[in-house]
C-alpha cells in the first residue's frame, strides 16, 4: 500500500509539499468526476471501497527520472518527507510480485496510541515505464487499512503525465468515509509534490 504513510501526514505537509513552483500542475479529481478507474495490466482499484481518491500532475522531468525514483523504493525516504523507513523484501528492478515494508510516523489517532503505521506492499502489476500497481495493509494496533494502489506515466511534452488512484478499506476508515477521504486526499497530494521535487532536484 502506499498513499496511507502520507495521507495520514499533516495538511500543512501536503501544501508545503505542492508548493513545487511550476514543477507539477496539480489536476485533482475525485472519482464522481473520473470516467473510469485507473489500471495496470487491466487491473485497478477495489471498485467496492468507500474510500477513494484520484489525482495527478504533470511533472516536468524524464519519464527515465520519474520512473527511477518512484520505483527506486529503499530511497523513498531521501525524497518523501512521510516515510521515515522503507526496504525491499526481494532483489533486483521492481516487478510483479516484488514486496517492500515501510514506515510512517503516525499523528495522533483516536484508533490507536501507537507512534508509527508498519505498511507492506505487494506490486501485483507492472510495466516498465507505464504503471504500477500493489496492495496491502498498513498496520498499528488496533488499525487496519487495506490499500490498492495504481500509478500510471504518459509521456507528454515536457514532462510526464503522473496518475495515481487509491482505495482504502477497513474498519476505522469505513466508519469515517469524509475524514478517510480527506485524508487519503492529503496524502496522494503530498506524494505528487515531493515526486515532482525530487525529480527537479535530479534534473538540476
Not at 502489476?125 to 500509478?151: F, M, N, S, Y
Request: hydrophobic fraction near 45%.
Amino acid at each position: 500500500m502506499s498513499g496511507i504513510r502520507t495521507a495520514l501526514s499533516a495538511a500543512a505537509l501536503s501544501a508545503a509539499a505542492l508548493a513545487v513552483l511550476g514543477t507539477a500542475v496539480p489536476a485533482q479529481a475525485d472519482a464522481a468526476h473520473s470516467p473510469a478507474p485507473l489500471t495496470c495490466r487491466g487491473q485497478g482499484v477495489d471498485p467496492a471501497a468507500q474510500v477513494r481518491y484520484r489525482t495527478e500532475a504533470v511533472i516536468h522531468a524524464p519519464l527515465s527520472t520519474v520512473w527511477r525514483l518512484q520505483t527506486d523504493v529503499a530511497r523513498w525516504p531521501s525524497w518523501q518527507h512521510a516515510v521515515s523507513g522503507a526496504e525491499r523484501l526481494d532483489r533486483g528492478p521492481l516487478r510483479a510480485g516484488s514486496a517492500f515494508h515501510w514506515t510512517t510516523p503516525l499523528p495522533p489517532n483516536p484508533a490507536t496510541t501507537a507512534p508509527a503505521l508498519s505498511i507492506t506492499s505487494t506490486v501485483r502489476q507492472l510495466k516498465r515505464g507505464a504503471c504500477i500497481r500493489w496492495t496491502g495493509p498498513a498496520l498499528a494496533e488496533g488499525l487496519r487499512i487495506d490499500g490498492v494502489h495504481v500509478w500510471t506515466f504518459t509521456p507528454v511534452p515536457g514532462g510526464v503525465l503522473v496518475r495515481t488512484e487509491e482505495t482504502h478499506t477497513g474498519p476505522q476508515v469505513d466508519a469515517d468515509v469524509p475524514a478517510a477521504t480527506a485524508i487519503l486526499r492529503q496524502g496522494l497530494d503530498a506524494w505528487l509534490g515531493d515526486l515532482a521535487n525530487a525529480a527537479a532536484e535530479a534534473r538540476g
